[in-house]
């Protein structure tokens, strides 16, 4: 089955870190770019990371950029977000999205269940 | 950045009738080197993530009902539901992919009257 599993959402006192997974099955993981999306409870989506099919390249939306960090593992068929100094206002449901294709600006054909993240004290 | 704007924010349509929704981007998402546009529309139910319904403004994911169809180019597009379904209710967004960063419409909500 064509699957993405995130997983190490939780709660998280401001200013401290946290790292999602996503293990992904199914599909060739190396062939696909990959991204981060998050949504906070009752809002829309919104677009955080992505990364090339190979790791080479990387982008962030401005609200993450300095703080977050996309890698990836194809070895392990792994998605990783490293999420630094988080805050409030990151408290949001977090989805790993595949591409359509190796290229990273393409539609996201396939979103995981999403895991939640909660900063707060 | 490019901003993503749809309309209305929310819409109530009668069972078998037609359902239109709008996506209007600040700039161009026409990509001409190849004709695209880099435009996709996403479906999200209740408790669920969001799926895949359309990309490159026009060209439906495979499974997905041909009652979806999306048209428009260049900044204005729009996604239409043919014949309502009870199904179909949901939150509709739209995307463009053309530079990052790849930005979301706020949404509409899609309900039965």
């Known amino acids: 089955e064509v699957q993405l599993l995130e997983s190490g959402g939780g709660l998280v006192q401001p200013g401290g870190s946290l790292r999602l997974s996503c293990a992904a099955s199914?599909?060739?993981?190396?062939?696909?770019?990959m991204s981060w999306v998050r949504q906070a409870p009752g809002k829309g989506l919104e677009w955080l990371s992505v990364i090339s099919n190979g790791g080479g390249t990387t982008d962030y939306a401005d609200s993450v950029k300095g703080r977050f960090i996309i890698s990836r593992d194809n070895s392990k068929n792994t998605l990783y977000v490293q999420m630094n100094s988080l805050r409030a206002e990151d408290t949001a449901a977090y989805y790993c999205?595949?591409?359509?294709?190796?290229?990273?600006?393409?539609?996201?054909?396939?979103w995981g269940q999403g895991t939640m993240v909660t900063v707060s004290s | 950045d490019i901003v993503m704007t749809q309309s209305p924010d929310s819409l109530a349509v009668s069972l078998g009738e037609r359902a239109t929704i709008n996506c209007k981007s600040s700039?161009?998402?026409?990509?001409?080197?190849?004709?695209?546009?880099?435009l996709a529309w996403y479906q999200q139910k209740p408790g669920q993530p969001p799926k895949l319904l359309i990309y490159w403004a026009s060209t439906r994911e495979s499974g997905v009902p041909d009652r979806f169809s999306g048209s428009g180019s260049g900044t204005d597009f729009t996604l239409t539901i043919s014949s309502l379904q009870a199904e179909d209710v949901a939150v509709y967004y739209c995307?463009?992919?053309?530079?990052?960063?790849?930005?979301f419409g706020q949404g509409t909500k899609l309900e039965i009257k």
């Open positions: 199914g599909f060739t993981f190396s062939t696909n770019a």
């Open positions: 700039q161009s998402v026409l990509y001409i080197s190849n004709n695209k546009n880099y």
């Open positions: 999205v595949k591409s359509r294709s190796g290229a990273i600006n393409d539609g996201f054909d396939l």
């Open positions: 995307q463009h992919y053309y530079s990052s960063p790849y930005t």
